[in-house]
């Protein structure tokens, strides 16, 4: 008696599982659509974050050198988690009669390629999150109008930037960015 050609028992196994496969995505693209149910997912929806100006504070005042600390605080409405990936900003100073420019920052940063590490921060749905960065001045004795400000003991503040984010994956969703204007 003659064997068959061992090749035909694989042609015969691959051909079974394609037709299981098959039944098997049928059946589950019609369970869906049978429920009133659409194949195609929505796309994610995401509600803008909000940023408001915590805190400024001044920690130490010179003539060579005065250093400030300011937090932002981020609220997340989203029923997900949201990453923060970068929030840019220029603080402001007044002490009622002109506004002057302190400085500009950001906090995080926004990957660039597939070396870089990235730094951002994740809001826990419907949580907060406060962001601090120390700003240093230079010098800041060498401008008699800034100092005044600094040594001031109620000074107003300002800050104005954005805040660039998305969903809980790096991958999901789309990235937005929202221009933030708060004062304190």
Same mark, same amino acid.
């Given at each position: 008696?003659?064997?068959?050609?061992?090749?035909?028992?694989?042609?015969?196994?691959?051909?079974?599982?394609?037709?299981?496969? %098959?039944?098997?995505?049928?059946?589950?693209?019609?369970?869906?659509?049978?429920?009133? %149910?659409?194949?195609?997912?929505?796309?994610?929806?995401?509600?803008?974050?909000?940023?408001?100006?915590?805190?400024?504070?001044?920690?130490?005042? /010179?003539? !060579?050198?005065?250093?400030?600390?300011?937090? =932002?605080?981020? #609220?997340?409405?989203? #029923? !997900?988690?949201?990453?923060?990936?970068?929030?840019?900003?220029?603080?402001?100073?007044?002490?009622?009669?002109?506004? =002057?420019?302190?400085? /500009?920052?950001?906090?995080?940063? !926004?990957?660039?390629?597939?070396?870089?590490?990235?730094?951002?921060?994740?809001?826990?749905?419907?949580?907060?999150?406060?962001?601090?960065?120390?700003?240093?001045?230079?010098?800041? %004795?060498?401008?008699?109008?800034?100092?005044?400000?600094?040594?001031?003991?109620?000074?107003?503040? !300002?800050?104005?930037? #954005?805040?660039? =984010?998305?969903?809980?994956?790096?991958? /999901? %969703?789309?990235?937005?960015?929202?221009? =933030?204007?708060?004062?304190?």
């Amino acid at each position: 008696m003659k064997s068959l050609n061992p090749k035909i028992y694989v042609v015969a196994a691959i051909a079974i599982m394609i037709g299981i496969l %098959g039944v098997i995505y049928m059946m589950t693209s019609t369970a869906n659509t049978a429920d009133g %149910g659409s194949t195609q997912e929505l796309p994610n929806q995401v509600e803008s974050i909000t940023i408001t100006l915590e805190e400024v504070s001044i920690l130490q005042v /010179s003539s !060579r050198a005065a250093i400030l600390e300011i937090q =932002f605080k981020l #609220d997340n409405p989203n #029923d !997900r988690s949201v990453i923060a990936q970068l929030l840019q900003y220029s603080l402001y100073g007044s002490d009622g009669s002109e506004e =002057f420019k302190i400085a /500009s920052g950001q906090i995080g940063s !926004r990957p660039e390629g597939m070396v870089d590490g990235s730094n951002y921060y994740t809001l826990l749905s419907n949580n907060s999150v406060v962001l601090k960065d120390k700003i240093t001045l230079e010098f800041p %004795g060498n401008d008699l109008e800034l100092m005044s400000l600094l040594d001031s003991s109620n000074p107003n503040w !300002r800050a104005e930037g #954005d805040v660039i =984010f998305n969903l809980s994956s790096m991958t /999901s %969703g789309q990235e937005n960015v929202i221009h =933030f204007e708060s004062t304190l």
